[in-house]
């Protein structure tokens, strides 16, 4: 093969890796990612500058987004002639042509000059075609509808209400869900205008769209959103879920995390999907993620209200338990720790507004509060407490404290840990200090009424007696001593393999 030849698949080889690196800006799951994902990209500069455009025609709206910030990342004096150009050039799509100009505007700061602003193609038809197609792409992948929201919404306000009248004007009743996506990451302005838009679908998808905005809305905003489902309620609107919904909830573990299951199998099938939430007892939610079309034996068999399945996680060792709740006490859970998380003014994760059509549409799965059981502390002795941190729902319970390891660092090299020496006893008195004594409080209440849906009554009690120890700065109770010994152990692990 001659040295030519040899230059041209070279070139190509290079071509296709920069388009392939650019297309998966359209996978990303962050702008944090897709930035550095971008600044390697854009050091390829010509080859990264053919790549973007070509795919400014794309109706990946993470994508275009993703092209903003790669944009952003090359040199002005290549990009903005290049996008201005494609933006004038009546031969390229609509759809690409608007897209050199959003990233103009809103990614390089440019101003249109008024000449290229008459030639641009009519915004709206544009806007419809590229909601027309985010339904589309929804069918197989509802993700597009969290990102068709996220990147309306980084638009001028002037620009989401033009794309808003323009939704509003489409036919297809799954328009709903797009309207739901775009009111749950807006703010209460944003929401009272969608809601009557809803509202006017006479559909059951409108109806399972407010059901899930009602749980997405901050509070004083879902009686509004409850006065649009009443209405379509009135109007003969139904939902009629199809499907059974199970729950499934870990104990909790010393950082304060538990996870939460929703299995949604329809009737009639050999899949199910499945809603995995990492709840917090300070920060609410965590994170949610969800998966369709599982196989029904991949998943833990149908069980009895309390019963804990024992789960092998990955390929460890190690199984976690998890015990089958009364639905609406896990989607009370939920709303729960969505109240916690919306004073944190995060958006919510998509799984949750895409998938909340399966987790709360159920008429017949009314979401309560959890009501906390009244379970009474019990008396019990040293080895009982022991017995209970080795409880497999403890079996996460060590904590990874600075100050434990500064306790350690100020140790004499060679000093043998011992139970019931002074290091010992300072640990546990630190474990019952307030700044760690609250948390560990609460989640030991926590873990008492997982025991308890669990009906592991006698170690619910134990839990709930520990539980005072800390909350009355018990050092020399026996469970916070165990506790305190264990972290100890851990610590001096950690330090030894450090120094290897």
Same mark, same amino acid.
């Given at each position: 093969?001659?040295?030519?030849?040899?230059?041209?698949?070279?070139?190509?080889?290079?071509?296709?890796?920069?388009?392939?690196?650019?297309?998966?800006?359209?996978?990303?799951?962050?702008?944090?990612?897709?930035?550095?994902?971008?600044?390697?990209?854009?050091?390829?500069?010509?080859?990264?500058?053919?790549?973007?455009?070509?795919?400014?025609?794309?109706?990946?709206?993470?994508?275009?987004?993703?092209?903003?910030?790669?944009?952003?990342?090359?040199?002005?004096?290549?990009?903005?002639?290049?996008?201005?150009?494609?933006?004038?050039?009546?031969?390229?799509?609509?759809?690409?042509?608007?897209?050199?100009?959003?990233?103009?505007?809103?990614?390089?700061?440019?101003?249109?000059?008024?000449?290229?602003?008459?030639?641009?193609?009519?915004?709206?038809?544009?806007?419809?075609?590229?909601?027309?197609?985010?339904?589309?792409?929804?069918?197989?992948?509802?993700?597009?509808?969290?990102?068709?929201?996220?990147?309306?919404?980084?638009?001028?306000?002037?620009?989401?209400?033009?794309?808003?009248?323009?939704?509003?004007?489409?036919?297809?009743?799954?328009?709903?869900?797009?309207?739901?996506?775009?009111?749950?990451?807006?703010?209460?302005?944003?929401?009272?205008?969608?809601?009557?838009?809803?509202?006017?679908?006479?559909?059951?998808?409108?109806?399972?769209?407010?059901?899930?905005?009602?749980?997405?809305?901050?509070?004083?905003?879902?009686?509004?959103?409850?006065?649009?489902?009443?209405?379509?309620?009135?109007?003969?609107?139904?939902?009629?879920?199809?499907?059974?919904?199970?729950?499934?909830?870990?104990?909790?573990?010393?950082?304060?995390?538990?996870?939460?299951?929703?299995?949604?199998?329809?009737?009639?099938?050999?899949?199910?999907?499945?809603?995995?939430?990492?709840?917090?007892?300070?920060?609410?939610?965590?994170?949610?993620?969800?998966?369709?079309?599982?196989?029904?034996?991949?998943?833990?068999?149908?069980?009895?209200?309390?019963?804990?399945?024992?789960?092998?996680?990955?390929?460890?060792?190690?199984?976690?338990?998890?015990?089958?709740?009364?639905?609406?006490?896990?989607?009370?859970?939920?709303?729960?720790?969505?109240?916690?998380?919306? #004073? %944190?003014?995060? +958006?919510?994760?998509?799984? =949750?507004?895409?998938?909340?059509? @399966? &987790?709360?549409?159920?008429? $017949? !799965?009314?979401?309560?509060?959890?009501?906390?059981?009244?379970?009474?502390?019990?008396?019990?002795?040293?080895?009982?407490?022991?017995?209970?941190?080795?409880?497999?729902?403890?079996?996460?319970?060590?904590?990874?404290?600075?100050?434990?390891?500064?306790?350690?660092?100020?140790?004499?090299?060679?000093?043998?840990?011992?139970?019931?020496?002074?290091?010992?006893?300072?640990?546990?008195?630190?474990?019952?200090?307030? #700044? %760690?004594?609250? +948390?560990?409080?609460?989640? =030991?209440?926590?873990?008492?009424? @997982? &025991?308890?849906?669990?009906? $592991? !009554?006698?170690?619910?009690?134990?839990?709930?007696?520990?539980?005072?120890?800390?909350?009355?700065?018990?050092?020399?109770?026996?469970?916070?001593?165990?506790?305190?010994?264990?972290?100890?152990?851990?610590?001096?692990?950690?330090?030894?393999?450090?120094?290897?």
């Amino acid at each position: 093969m001659s040295e030519a030849n040899d230059r041209v698949i070279r070139s190509f080889s290079e071509r296709l890796a920069v388009e392939q690196q650019v297309r998966a800006l359209g996978e990303s799951t962050s702008v944090e990612e897709q930035r550095k994902m971008a600044v390697e990209i854009a050091r390829q500069e010509d080859l990264a500058l053919s790549a973007l455009l070509r795919q400014l025609d794309t109706d990946n709206a993470a994508l275009r987004g993703g092209l903003g910030v790669l944009a952003s990342q090359m040199d002005a004096g290549l990009i903005i002639p290049a996008l201005r150009r494609v933006a004038a050039d009546t031969r390229r799509s609509d759809e690409a042509r608007l897209t050199a100009v959003m990233i103009l505007e809103r990614h390089l700061g440019q101003i249109l000059d008024p000449e290229l602003t008459r030639i641009l193609p009519d915004p709206s038809s544009v806007a419809r075609q590229s909601a027309l197609q985010a339904l589309a792409l929804a069918q197989e992948n509802p993700q597009i509808l969290a990102e068709y929201a996220l990147q309306l919404l980084a638009e001028p306000p002037e620009t989401v209400q033009a794309v808003l009248s323009v939704i509003n004007g489409i036919e297809d009743p799954a328009r709903a869900r797009l309207l739901l996506a775009i009111a749950s990451y807006g703010n209460a302005a944003l929401v009272a205008q969608i809601l009557p838009m809803m509202g006017s679908i006479r559909h059951p998808l409108a109806l399972e769209s407010l059901q899930t905005l009602e749980h997405l809305v901050a509070a004083p905003l879902r009686e509004a959103v409850q006065r649009q489902t009443r209405k379509l309620r009135l109007a003969g609107i139904r939902v009629h879920p199809d499907f059974n919904l199970r729950a499934l909830l870990s104990p909790i573990n010393a950082q304060g995390q538990s996870l939460l299951w929703f299995i949604h199998l329809p009737a009639a099938a050999d899949r199910a999907n499945l809603l995995a939430v990492v709840l917090h007892d300070r920060m609410g939610l965590l994170s949610a993620e969800a998966q369709s079309g599982l196989h029904l034996s991949g998943l833990p068999v149908p069980s009895a209200k309390g019963y804990v399945h024992r789960l092998r996680v990955m390929r460890s060792h190690y199984f976690m338990r998890m015990v089958e709740l009364i639905p609406a006490v896990g989607l009370g859970l939920l709303d729960r720790a969505m109240e916690i998380m919306s #004073e %944190t003014n995060l +958006p919510w994760p998509s799984a =949750l507004v895409v998938d909340g059509h @399966w &987790l709360w549409s159920g008429n $017949d !799965i009314s979401p309560h509060e959890w009501q906390d059981p009244p379970i009474e502390p019990a008396a019990g002795t040293p080895d009982d407490f022991m017995a209970l941190l080795q409880h497999d729902a403890f079996a996460s319970w060590v904590l990874d404290l600075a100050e434990v390891d500064d306790l350690l660092a100020l140790q004499s090299p060679g000093h043998l840990l011992r139970q019931d020496d002074d290091l010992h006893k300072q640990v546990a008195r630190f474990l019952v200090s307030a #700044e %760690t004594a609250i +948390p560990l409080s609460r989640r =030991l209440r926590w873990q008492a009424m @997982w &025991l308890h849906a669990s009906g $592991d !009554i006698a170690n619910a009690r134990l839990a709930m007696t520990a539980q005072k120890a800390f909350e009355q700065g018990d050092a020399d109770h026996p469970f916070v001593n165990a506790l305190a010994w264990r972290s100890l152990l851990a610590a001096t692990d950690r330090r030894a393999r450090s120094r290897r």
